[in-house]
C-alpha cells in the first residue's frame, strides 16, 4: 500500500500509465485499478475516479456509458490533447530517464533505437 506522500509523488505516472492504456483501447475503472494494481499502485474508486474525472475535464479523455451485462459502465478513451500530452510524457520520460542514469548504469534505449548513456 502507497503512503499518501507516495501517492501524490507517483500520480504523474498514474496519470500517464491511464493515457497509454487509454491510448491502445477505452478502459473503464475497474480495469484501470486492475492493471494499476500490478505495477504496485493500489487505488481506491475514491482515488482513482476523480483522477480519471480531472483528467476528461482537462480534455485528455473523452468518456462514453455503455451497459455491460446490466451494468452502466463509463469507458474512457484518449482525445487529440490526450495523444499530445501522451507523446510530450514520453519523450520526458526518455529525456529524464537518461539523465537519471549515471555512467555505471545499463544504457538506456533511446527514441531512434540506438543505446545511449543520457547524451554524454
Request: aromatic residues 8%; without cysteine.
Amino acid at each position: 500500500m502507497m503512503l499518501d506522500v507516495d501517492r501524490q509523488f507517483f500520480l504523474g505516472f498514474i496519470k500517464i500509465h491511464i493515457l497509454h492504456h487509454a491510448s491502445e483501447k477505452p478502459v473503464y475503472g475497474q480495469w484501470l485499478m486492475e492493471e494499476l494494481a500490478r505495477h504496485g499502485y493500489r487505488m481506491s474508486p475514491g482515488t482513482l475516479y476523480p483522477v480519471l474525472h480531472a483528467l476528461e475535464e482537462q480534455g485528455y479523455l473523452r468518456s462514453s456509458r455503455e451497459v455491460v451485462e446490466g451494468k452502466a459502465r463509463r469507458y474512457y478513451t484518449l482525445t487529440g490533447k490526450g495523444k499530445q500530452a501522451l507523446r510530450a510524457s514520453k519523450d520526458k520520460i526518455r529525456e529524464l530517464v537518461n539523465e537519471v542514469l549515471s555512467e555505471e548504469d545499463a544504457p538506456v534505449a533511446r527514441r531512434d533505437g540506438k543505446r545511449g548513456r543520457g547524451g554524454r
